[in-house]
C-alpha cells in the first residue's frame, strides 16, 4: 500500500525568510502524481502545487516550488519570501489514478508558523 | 460561484440519530469524492464516484452511504451516529487524472 510521510508536524519561519517542508512517500507505482495541499484555520483545502512523476522538471508555482527526487521518493516544498498569509498546515497528498481510482493519500501535515 | 459546495458547513446532533451532509460541483468533474478530516488534522478518503462507479473503502463503515443522483451531486448519508463520527467531512470533485478541488468542509459534532 501507498504511503506517505511528513516528518515534522511543526515548522517555524521568520517573514520574508525561505522554509522547506519534507515529505516521503512509498509505491512501487512508477507514474502518480504528487501534490501539496495548504489548509488554514479557514479549513480549506488549497492546491498549492502539482507534480507529475514522469516529469524530470521541478514544479514551481511563484515563491512555491518543490524539489522532487524521484528515486529517493522524496518530494519537499520551498516556500520563498516567506508571508503571514503562509501560515497553515500543509499537506502532502500522493496518487497514482489507477485502480484507487484517483483518491488522494494524505500525509499527516506540518504545522507552518509565520513570525513577523 | 463556488465550485464545490457542501451544506450544511456545522452540524450538531444527538448520538443515533441519521443526517446527511450534501455536496454538489460545478466544474462538470466526472469524478467526486469524500474525505474524513479527525481531530488530528488526518486526512483520508472514503469513497469515490466516478460515472456512477462507487469505490468503497473497506475501512467505511456501513453506516455511512454515498447518493449520487447525478454527476453534479454527491450526497453522504450517515445512519446512528457514533461520538466516533465527529469530524471534518469533506466534498471534492476532479475531472480524471487532474488535480481535486475540495469543498469548504462539513463539521459534525455528536453529543
Known amino acids: 500500500a501507498q504511503t506517505v510521510t511528513q516528518s515534522q508536524p511543526e515548522m517555524s519561519v521568520q517573514e520574508a525568510e525561505t522554509v522547506t517542508l519534507s515529505c516521503t512517500y512509498d509505491?512501487?507505482?512508477?507514474?502518480?502524481?504528487l501534490f501539496w495541499y495548504k489548509q488554514p484555520p479557514s479549513r480549506q483545502m488549497i492546491l498549492v502545487i502539482r507534480q507529475e512523476a514522469y516529469k524530470q522538471q521541478n514544479a514551481t508555482e511563484n515563491r512555491f516550488s518543490v524539489n522532487f527526487q524521484k528515486a529517493a521518493k522524496s518530494f519537499s516544498l520551498k516556500i520563498s519570501d516567506s508571508q503571514l498569509g503562509d501560515a497553515a498546515m500543509y499537506f502532502c497528498?500522493?496518487?497514482?489514478?489507477?485502480?484507487?481510482?484517483?483518491?488522494?493519500?494524505f500525509g499527516k501535515g506540518t504545522k507552518l508558523s509565520v513570525k513577523p | 460561484d463556488t465550485a464545490v459546495s457542501q451544506t450544511p458547513k456545522y452540524l450538531v446532533t444527538q448520538m443515533g440519530n441519521d443526517k446527511s451532509i450534501k455536496c454538489e460541483q460545478n466544474l462538470g468533474h466526472d469524478t467526486m469524492y469524500w474525505y474524513k478530516q479527525d481531530s488530528k488534522k488526518f486526512l483520508k478518503i472514503m469513497f469515490s464516484?466516478?460515472?456512477?462507479?462507487?469505490?468503497i473503502n473497506e475501512t467505511v463503515p456501513n453506516r455511512f452511504s454515498p447518493k449520487s443522483p447525478d454527476k453534479a451531486h454527491l450526497n453522504l448519508h450517515i445512519n446512528s451516529l457514533e461520538l466516533g463520527d465527529s469530524a471534518v467531512y469533506f466534498c471534492a470533485s476532479s475531472q480524471t487524472y487532474n488535480e481535486q478541488f475540495f469543498g469548504p468542509g462539513t463539521r459534525l459534532t455528536v453529543l
Open positions: 497528498a500522493y496518487t497514482n489514478y489507477g485502480g484507487s481510482q484517483g483518491n488522494l493519500i
Open positions: 464516484y466516478n460515472n456512477k462507479e462507487l469505490i
Open positions: 509505491t512501487s507505482e512508477s507514474d502518480y502524481y
